[in-house]
């Protein structure tokens, strides 16, 4: 079906909590990203996976981590959330490297208080 | 490093008339470039994407974009713009190594009035 699913799409936590954030791809792609996007900054990218257990710092790393253990499944995991992680994330996948094609998921709207 | 920079925040244009965003590059050899369109709500989807051959690269809803290794620049034009076409643009590079992402430009908020 060709899609890249993101749960949730919107969620609030306090400073301090753990937040996860999931995606999900039906493409059987190796690559898979996790990207932030703010007003002013446009899309930075966080990390990259480029299969299960092979993951690679992007940009902006610091404050995150991810886990991928199955090659549909791509999680990003923000121990003790801060207040400047206030963002929308975006997941994407291509089949191989960024010379394909991105499919993006729908965002998730995080807001740490 | 490399960049890519969309001089224009907005634009805003009439419905049925043309539009073009600009975007310039900066990166040493030869980059894949792209076009994404976000809609409101949603994620980013491919507009083109070029690399190598003709220069004008023919895109989804009637977009095309042009490439200047000259200029190092990835203009998108379309000739006759929709309401639906509101959006926001987004241009992009990749290097042409494996997997080291795309790098974005800030974007261009396009709106169309009737």
């Known amino acids: 079906d060709m899609k890249v699913t993101q749960m949730p799409r919107y969620l609030i936590k306090r400073m301090g909590e753990n937040v996860l954030l999931e995606c999900g791809q039906d493409?059987?792609?190796?690559?898979m990203y996790w990207y932030r996007q703010d007003p002013g900054l446009g899309l930075q990218l966080i990390y990259i996976?480029?299969?299960?257990?092979?993951?690679s710092e992007g940009d902006i790393p610091k404050g995150y981590r991810v886990s991928r253990k199955k090659r549909e499944h791509f999680s990003l995991i923000l121990d003790s959330a801060k207040t400047n992680q206030t963002s929308v994330y975006f997941c994407?996948?291509?089949?191989?490297?960024?010379?394909?094609?991105?499919?993006f998921g729908h965002g998730t709207k995080l807001s740490v208080l | 490093a490399q960049s890519v920079t969309q001089p224009d925040a907005r634009v805003t244009v009439s419905e049925g008339a043309s539009l073009q965003l600009r975007c310039k590059y900066s990166?040493?050899?030869?980059?894949?470039l792209f076009w994404y369109v976000q809609y409101p709500r949603q994620g980013l989807q491919l507009l083109l994407k070029?690399?190598?051959?003709?220069?004008v690269v023919q895109g989804v809803n009637g977009f095309e974009a042009e490439f200047s290794k000259s200029n190092s620049s990835f203009h998108l034009r379309k000739a006759s713009v929709h309401w639906s076409d509101s959006a926001v643009y987004f241009c992009?590079?990749?290097?042409?190594?494996?997997?080291?992402?795309?790098?974005f430009g800030l974007g261009t908020r396009v709106s169309v009035f009737p």
């Open positions: 996976s480029y299969d299960v257990d092979s993951n």
């Open positions: 992009a590079l990749s290097r042409n190594n494996y997997a080291q992402g795309l790098t």
């Open positions: 070029y690399y190598s051959g003709d220069p």
């Open positions: 994407a996948s291509s089949l191989q490297g960024a010379s394909e094609r991105l499919f």
């Open positions: 493409m059987s792609h190796e690559t």
């Open positions: 990166y040493s050899g030869t980059p894949y």
